[in-house]
């Protein structure tokens, strides 16, 4: 079965911590994203990696891929509050489909 | 540029009701999609348009129908809507397919089918 395990998939930290969400697949893929989604809103494109340990960064938050674990991690470096949303991480299977995660919901308290 | 936009923003539906909803983007993308979003679920792809012409199934696809009308726009029929249904639509569109790197999200459709 084709899964995308994103974990936590629910987060409460204060601000300027650091903390990391996983996201494992069970199926080889040469694509993985990482989505944000603002509560009630639509999503919004962060990151596409696309190899083996590919590590991009924007701002207070960095990702990484590691294909041979099976593994993307998303990193929050001194967490604002402006950082609180669901962020979501997919995996592409075919040039039209994606296996999306469940989301982490990460609430960032001052 | 509006993007993907989406209409209408919500409805209500009885069970047995039909209806459709609308998506259009402006950034001339070959590539659309339907998206169906559940409580503590990832998105789950109903129906995709590779481009002009063409559509597909996804994972989810029962109970829907979708027409790619022309490049802009794809729409999506629920014929006899259940309880089920009962969602947040997403329309997404791409360059060409998911070479392209990112996708883009309209704002979404709530459907509460009661």
């Known amino acids: 079965e084709l899964k995308v395990e994103q974990n936590p998939l629910f987060l409460s930290m204060q601000e300027g911590k650091n903390y990391t969400i996983y996201c494992n697949y069970s199926?080889?893929?040469?694509?993985l994203y990482w989505y944000r989604q603002d509560p009630g809103k639509s999503l919004e494109s962060l990151f596409v990696?696309?190899?083996n340990g590919a590590v991009k960064q924007e701002g207070r938050l960095m990702a990484s891929l590691d294909t041979k674990a099976r593994l993307s991690t998303l990193h929050i470096t001194a967490a604002v509050h402006d950082l609180s949303a669901t962020y979501f991480c997919a995996v592409r299977i075919s040039n039209y489909q994606l296996i999306w995660g469940a989301g982490t919901k990460l609430i960032i308290k001052p | 540029n509006a993007g993907v936009t989406q209409t209408p923003k919500f409805q209500v539906l009885k069970t047995g009701q039909s209806m459709t909803l609308q998506c259009a983007q402006d950034?001339?993308?070959?590539?659309m999609y339907w998206y169906r979003q559940d409580p503590g679920m990832g998105l789950r792809l109903i129906y995709y348009?590779?481009?002009?012409?063409?559509?597909d199934k996804g994972e989810v696809p029962n109970g829907y129908n979708v027409s790619r009308l022309n490049k802009r726009e794809f729409s999506l029929r629920l014929e006899s809507a259940a309880p089920s249904q009962t969602s947040v639509y997403f329309c997404?569109?791409?360059?060409?397919?998911?070479?392209?790197?990112?996708?883009?999200f309209g704002p979404g459709t709530r459907l509460l089918v009661l």
């Open positions: 997404a569109s791409s360059d060409v397919g998911l070479a392209s790197e990112t996708q883009y």
């Open positions: 348009s590779a481009s002009e012409g063409t559509t």
């Open positions: 199926t080889t893929s040469d694509r």
């Open positions: 950034m001339n993308h070959n590539s």
């Open positions: 990696l696309l190899s």
